[in-house]
């Protein structure tokens, strides 16, 4: 998979007279804040777990998240406001290196896979489909 997507990241990057580093770092970017905004938020620790990085995995787990939200979810299709999550900001090259995004909290599979009505699909392959449909 990871062959076929450097092959598409480069036919991407030749039609758009850019480099595989620029086009890997925008596509890297908009996974953080497709995944970021898509997670579920009550107490905002699930939103505050997601991790950004370049080289290496963040395996860290924060106790704190975001902050609380506010407004009602409880039964409710429309998912209360929340603080955003922190610029990612990326260098030049660093989309030449591996990028991580991660979450390590123990039930972030379960809202991956739809156990909220927040993100009755999940976060991650929402935003991913949504990446791979824009190429």
């Known amino acids: 998979m990871k062959d076929t997507l450097a092959m598409d990241i480069k036919k991407v990057a030749e039609a758009l007279s850019l480099s595989v580093d620029e086009v890997t770092r925008k596509i890297a970017l908009t996974a953080y804040d497709g995944v970021t905004k898509k997670t579920p ?14 080289g290496n995995a963040d395996t860290t787990v924060s106790s704190e ?8 979810h409880v039964n409710s299709s429309t998912p209360p406001s929340s603080p ?3 610029k990612i900001t990326l260098k030049k090259g660093d ?3 591996d990028i991580y995004i991660t979450n390590n909290l123990p039930y972030i599979n379960i809202l991956e896979s739809g156990n909220s009505k927040q993100a009755p699909k ?3 392959d929402v935003t ?3 990446i791979r449909s824009s190429f």
Do not use: I
Not at 41 to 54: H, M, Y
Not at 65 to 72: A, E, H, I, P
């Open 41 to 54: 938020v009550d107490t905002g620790r699930a939103r505050g777990n997601w991790n950004f990085s370049v």
């Open 65 to 72: 998240g975001f902050g609380k939200s506010t407004g009602s």
């Open 84 to 86: 955003k999550a922190p």
């Open 95 to 97: 989309g030449l290196e």
């Open 122 to 124: 999940g976060m991650v």
């Open 128 to 130: 991913m489909n949504e």
